[in-house]
Nanobody
Framework: QVQVSESGGGLVQAGGSLRLSCTAS????????MAWFRQAPGKDREFVAS????????DYGDSVKGRFIISRDNAKNMVYLQMNSLKPEDTAVYYC?????????????????????WGQGTQVTVSS
C-alpha cells in the first residue's frame, strides 16, 4: 500500500518563499510520476506541477510558471515544491499525488485522474 504525505506548509507573507516536501512510501517511488495540486476554499482542485519518473520532465500550471519549481530526489523518496514570489491567491491546501501505474509517459499531467494516491494535504497561507 502506497502512502503519500506532505509537509512544509505554513503562513508566509506575500513575496516570500516556502518549500513543500512529499514522500511516497510503500512502493517503488523512483518509478512514480509525481505531482502537486492545490485547492482553495470554494474552488476546484487546481494543477500546480508534475515531474515524471524517467525523463524528469516537469510541467506547471499557468498561474505558477516562473515562480514554483518541482524537483525530486529518488534516493530519498522525496518530491519538493519550491514556491517563490508567493501571492495571496496561492493560499490553498496543497496536495501531493502519485501515479503508481508504472507507465512510461504522463500524457495528461494536469488531470487528477492520472494519479492513484494522494496525501492529506498541507495548508499554505499567504498574507498580503
Amino acid at each position: 500500500q502506497v502512502q503519500v504525505s506532505e509537509s512544509g506548509g505554513g503562513l508566509v507573507q506575500a513575496g516570500g518563499s516556502l518549500r513543500l516536501s512529499c514522500t511516497a512510501s510503500g512502493g517503488s517511488f523512483s518509478a512514480y510520476h509525481m505531482a502537486w495540486f492545490r485547492q482553495a476554499p470554494g474552488k476546484d482542485r487546481e494543477f500546480v506541477a508534475s515531474v515524471t519518473w524517467n525523463t524528469g520532465r516537469t510541467d506547471y500550471g499557468d498561474s505558477v510558471k516562473g515562480r514554483f519549481i518541482i524537483s525530486r530526489d529518488n534516493a530519498k523518496n522525496m518530491v519538493y515544491l519550491q514556491m517563490n514570489s508567493l501571492k495571496p491567491e496561492d493560499t490553498a491546501v496543497y496536495y501531493c499525488a502519485a501515479d503508481v501505474s508504472l507507465r512510461s509517459s504522463l500524457h495528461f499531467p494536469s488531470d487528477p485522474a492520472q494519479y492513484n494516491y494522494w496525501g492529506q494535504g498541507t495548508q499554505v497561507t499567504v498574507s498580503s
